[in-house]
């Protein structure tokens, strides 16, 4: 068995599905990388980034006996790289309180001597220096995902939970609920961020108004995490690396200034909007159409007129 | 029921130069997602007796965060001293600091310690996790849904795809909530009462994080695969883009809302997607 | 239900609560002081300069503490049209000395100070909270209601500084006859320039600052506009008639925009980044147009009570606002210890201090200031005329002063009877 490398990637796997971020996060590694959970097999096999792949398969994924189990087998390396993926920001705390190591969260890099962060909602880049052994997680989006390489044969690492260490208990994994599925299978969405919504004023509003006009235009409606953690959309409706990864061929960004995490979960949209006052957000960068305007002003614009549209049949 | 939620004090509104990367910042309180886990933790102690206590790890003006949850409902508060300016030093990693500072202030392990999935400083969601882990308790992170199952919890939490997770929660467990769910309003009188209760606070001494450096954050350049034509020629074409028709990005404005509509619209009618105006045009 | 009981209620954590309730805790009176931002200041809007020295009474050495941006040490009179400027530009040392003149500070910082001494000496302060409504019983007012659970507050003394357009001042029916109801409507913005290029182009030094009072700048609608500095954000704004602005069809955005294009204000502004955008009334009315200032059981302060001082050179709200709100919390905490229902000690003190003084000997500038004349025809005369004198027309010989001015009045359609009859208005207005 080869010996681990200084920079690996954990990767948790549930029923070998693979989570977002894990080609990137293996990739930033060199391709080598840790598949911990359940189905960890088959998931190999999806692997794109991967050159050598160690496999522990486990009854179940559970952060407080994953963390314990693996901490020993992890002793060695002094890079360990998780995806910010649900499980992987679950685990990579654990990890690190575990192996008495710090945690630096929401890297967009990472190499064995130097990370870099992602701060302030992402307008932040914070470097450091490396010099002891750490734990890191990867913004999944912030790297993209290189050309496939050939990968060897799994090398299976034996892995024993404990268990004497407290874990919450899975009741169920509900697939996602169709208003999820409509957002993800979208073709068009039109996405509304802080921007939208006049300070002050309530969003709910601006988040029906939004609705009707993608409605007018065959679209669907999505947002930002502003906008979700205001209440005034569901958490459904959240598009990004924590919430829904959707691939529309249309993006219309209404006041979105375009931060990783959000655009993270946008995948590749063949035509993207953006109306903001800021010409030069990241947002309005990337846009094939940037419109410098008031996106509730424009908003309100649209409604009148695809309504009175629709109106009149 | 012990119940403990967790409000941060940190700056709401956080600058960054887009020049020189100076961080200035506004505004100190607890945001969306603090204020949600203080309602499920007042929540969840109505229906099934339990204590809430607040904590804040923050400067004694912090304690106008446990003001506000005292009003709401919460039984107990406590502040534990630390004074954060918003140093870059902090900001790389303060979760496991904060766990910490928490802990100081937990005589017993409670049942169940309700936190924000982030706060809007520190912003890694990491605190809860580190908490889990220095209580030895089971945890959830960024839950968006909590329910009762007789004398348990279930937290619904997201999963990659729009799935979810329902986890049953032993105790001790910390869960991490996100926002949306409002905080109740507070009663005249119980704000009143609020701000004549004296709030005990804990000392606390922090360790300071890594040397760091810190800029303006640009995107990280993509990696392109390489071209894959076989003649030099051709690769050069590829790379460079040569050829390859496709419209460039335009940046149009400032406009007015009208405008700004035409421009939306003539765009989307360029690129093919019909509208309804349009339709409805056609049909008469 | 419970009702909570207090000897007075303030509402409103403007500049007028905040000393209205600071009286009060000082004179050992019991206050709450309501106010339904989360914070005092968070959405309150001005332009930028407070006049201190109303401070002196309460607070010794306030210049100390206050959380000023600058100091005004620079103040500009600046006539414009289109194409012309006309300057009087006044600077002092002295007035960067303590008890020094007019400040600069933000609303969200001085209010929450100003607040905060309230509440040092006792007054209790709750945010985010509405008065929604007064209570009542036979015509005397007894309380308010919030939109709080269980949020009745008994009072003896309901003091209204909710600002301009107070919704309980209307509903005890304090209210100025409507055809004397004048408001103008203020908007302005705030522009970030780095510190450094702040001193340079200002020619300022430290903590000093300047104010640019300006008129001729609001295309013709009665108003006139304003320009003034912090530490590193600038605050410009226009201050525009209601019906003028119907009556042009113009938005006040338009107007501002064009003001700050304006070839004399534009230098100042380059490359400055818009941070905030607002817009609010003024009660600019002055002294014709105040209600009542108070019923049985209730008084009203500040805008409110339409206090504010805005007369072409002078905007002056803040201390006003402090004056009234000082004296309405005497007179209440005066009524409160004699166990008497009378308020009109607040009338009185107005009147003996600067409040009612000042709007007395002011009451016909707003009228004169907003004159059509001085509005559209004096700004153009004036930089006119300017530019005739400073004209070099050789090898034609100077015309006399006398022979310009008469010939620039009459171009401008102003007889000097008119004008004549505006200097004496002017002088007995202002002088
Ligand atoms: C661990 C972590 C996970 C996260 N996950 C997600 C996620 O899954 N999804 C997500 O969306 N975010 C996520 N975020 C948050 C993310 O970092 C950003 O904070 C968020 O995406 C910003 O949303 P926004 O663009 O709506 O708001 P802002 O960044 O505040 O941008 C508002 C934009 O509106 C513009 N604007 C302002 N006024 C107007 C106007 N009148 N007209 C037009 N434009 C205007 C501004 O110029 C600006 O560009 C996450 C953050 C962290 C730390
Ligand atoms: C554009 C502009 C520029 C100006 N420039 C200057 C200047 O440079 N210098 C100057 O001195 N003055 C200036 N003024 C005038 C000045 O702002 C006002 O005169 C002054 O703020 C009046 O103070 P106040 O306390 O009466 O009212 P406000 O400052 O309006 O305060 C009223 C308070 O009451 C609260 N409130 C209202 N209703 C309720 C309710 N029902 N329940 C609870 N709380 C409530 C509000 O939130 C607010 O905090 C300017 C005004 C404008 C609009
Ligand atoms: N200073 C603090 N005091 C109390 N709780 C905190 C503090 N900082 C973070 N937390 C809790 O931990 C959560 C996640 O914060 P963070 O790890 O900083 O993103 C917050 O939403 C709070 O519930």
């Not at chain 2, 890694?124 to 968006?144: D, E, K, M, N, S």
């Amino acid at each position: 068995m080869t010996e681990l490398p200084e920079v690996l990637a954990v990767v948790v796997v549930r029923d070998a599905a693979l989570p977002s971020g894990a080609d990137e996060a293996i990739a930033e590694c060199g391709g080598a990388v840790l598949l911990v959970g359940t189905g960890t097999r088959a998931a190999a096999g999806e692997l794109t980034a991967a050159r050598t792949v160690w496999t522990s398969e486990v009854p179940r994924v559970a952060p407080g006996a994953l963390a314990a189990a693996l901490a020993p087998v992890l002793d060695s390396v002094p890079v360990v790289l998780l995806p910010a993926s649900p499980d992987g920001r679950d685990l990579a705390a654990r990890l690190a309180f575990q192996m008495d190591r710090r945690l630096f969260a929401g890297a967009t890099s990472c190499t064995s001597t130097h990370v870099e962060l992602s701060r302030v909602d992402d307008q932040l880049a914070v470097e450091v220096q490396l010099k002891s052994p750490v734990v890191v997680t990867l913004q999944p989006g912030a790297r993209g995902v290189p050309e496939p390489v050939p990968s060897s044969e799994p090398v299976e690492l034996p892995l024993e939970l404990p268990d004497d260490v407290l874990d919450a208990e899975t009741v169920q994994v509900l697939a996602p609920d169709p208003e999820t599925v409509e957002l993800t299978e979208a073709d068009r969405i039109l996405g509304a961020g802080a921007g939208l919504v006049r300070p002050g004023e309530d969003g709910t509003t601006a988040m029906r108004t939004l609705t009707e006009v993608a409605a007018a235009l065959g679209a669907s409606a999505g947002a930002t995490r502003v906008i979700t953690d205001a209440g005034w959309a569901g958490h459904d409706r959240q598009i990004g690396t924590t919430g829904v990864v959707v691939d529309p061929d249309l993006y219309v960004a209404f006041g979105i200034s375009g931060a990783s995490q959000h655009v993270g979960g946008l995948g590749r949209p063949e035509h993207v909007i953006s109306v903001n006052t800021d010409p030069s957000c990241p947002m309005t960068a990337m846009a094939d159409l940037g419109i410098i305007a008031d996106a509730p002003a424009v908003l309100d614009e649209l409604a009148r007129r695809l309504n009175g549209a629709a109106d009149e049949r | 029921m012990q119940i403990v939620a967790a409000l941060s004090w940190s700056w709401q509104r956080t600058q960054v130069d887009p020049l020189t990367g100076a961080v200035t910042a506004e505004h100190r309180g607890s945001n969306a997602a603090e204020l949600a886990a203080l309602e499920h933790a007042l929540r969840l102690a109505e229906e099934l007796d339990g204590h809430v206590l607040a904590v804040t790890v923050g400067p004694p003006e912090a304690d106008e965060v446990l003001r506000t949850a005292l009003a709401a409902g919460a039984h107990e508060a406590i502040r534990v001293e630390c004074d954060g300016s918003p140093d870059p030093r902090l900001l790389a990693s303060n979760g496991a600091e904060t766990a910490r500072a928490i802990a100081t202030a937990l005589s017993t392990t409670p049942d169940l310690v309700l936190c924000g999935d982030r706060s809007s400083d520190g912003a890694t969601g990491t605190t809860p996790a580190f908490l889990a882990a220095r209580l030895g308790a089971a945890q959830a992170l960024g839950a968006v849904r909590l329910e009762t199952e007789g004398s348990k919890v279930l937290a619904h939490r997201r999963l990659d795809g729009g799935s979810r997770e329902v986890l049953r929660l032993p105790a001790p467990a910390v869960v991490s909530v996100e926002g949306g769910t409002r905080l109740r309003r507070a009663s005249l009188p119980a704000v009143l009462a609020a701000q004549n209760t004296a709030i005990p606070s804990v000392p606390f001494e922090t360790q300071p994080g890594p040397a760091v450096s810190t800029r303006p954050r640009r995107p990280r350049p993509r990696e392109l695969p390489p071209p894959a034509a076989p003649a030099a020629h051709d690769r050069i074409l590829e790379l460079t883009g040569a050829l390859v028709e496709r419209t460039p990005p335009t940046i149009v404005g400032p406009l007015s809302a009208s405008e700004a509509a035409d421009a939306l619209l003539e765009y989307l009618q360029r690129h093919g997607y019909s509208t309804v105006q349009r339709e409805a045009a056609e049909q008469s | 239900m419970s009702v909570e009981r207090v000897d007075a209620v303030v509402v409103g954590a403007g500049p007028a609560g905040s000393a209205a309730a600071l009286e009060l805790a000082r004179a050992g009176r019991s206050v709450i002081l309501l106010e339904r931002g989360p914070f005092p200041g968070a959405k309150n809007v001005y332009g930028g300069v407070v006049y201190g020295r109303v401070l002196d009474e309460v607070l010794p050495n306030w210049w100390e503490e206050v959380p000023v941006q600058r100091w005004v040490t620079r103040r500009s009179t600046m006539v414009l049209t289109d194409t012309q400027a006309l300057t009087v530009d006044f600077r002092t040392q002295d007035w960067g000395r303590a008890p020094h003149n007019g400040m600069t500070t933000y609303r969200a910082d001085f209010d929450s100070w100003l607040a905060g001494k309230a509440v040092a000496a006792g007054a209790q302060l709750v945010t985010s909270t509405v008065a929604t409504e007064l209570l009542r019983e036979g015509g005397r007012v007894v309380g308010v209601r919030t939109d709080r659970p269980d949020g009745d507050i008994r009072a003896d003394v309901v003091i209204a500084c909710d600002g301009v357009n107070s919704f309980l001042a209307k509903q005890a029916g304090l209210l100025p006859t409507a055809d004397a109801q004048h408001h103008t409507l203020g908007v302005k913005e705030t522009l970030a320039l780095p510190r450094r290029a702040i001193d340079e182009r200002f020619g300022l030094r430290g903590d000093d600052g300047a104010d640019f009072e300006v008129l001729g700048c609001t295309g013709g609608i009665p108003g006139g506009g304003f320009l003034y500095t912090n530490r590193d954000t600038i605050s410009i704004g226009v201050v525009l008639s209601l019906t003028g602005l119907a009556e042009a069809g113009r938005r006040p955005e338009d107007v501002l925009a064009d003001f700050k294009s304006h070839p004399a204000i534009a230098p100042y502004l380059r490359g400055a980044e818009l941070k905030e955008y607002s817009a609010h009334m003024i009660p600019e009315g002055g002294y014709r147009s105040m209600p009542p200032l108070s019923t049985d059981g209730m008084l009203v302060a500040g805008d409110a009570a339409a206090m504010c001082l805005a007369a072409g050179i002078w905007l002056e709200g803040v201390n006003f606002a402090i004056g009234s709100g000082l004296a309405a919390g005497r007179a209440a905490a005066e009524a409160i210890a004699t166990g008497s229902r009378d308020l009109s000690g607040y009338r009185r003190r107005l009147r003996d201090n600067f409040v009612l003084t000042d709007h007395e000997n002011l009451q016909r500038a707003p009228h004169l200031v907003l004159s059509e004349r001085v509005q559209r025809q004096y700004p153009k005369l004036l930089c006119d005329l300017a530019q005739e004198v400073f004209t070099v027309r050789n090898p034609e010989p100077k015309p006399g002063l006398r022979k310009l001015f008469r010939r620039t009045a009459a171009r401008h359609g102003i007889r000097l009877r008119e004008l004549a009859a505006d200097a004496w208005a002017g002088f007995r207005t202002f002088g």
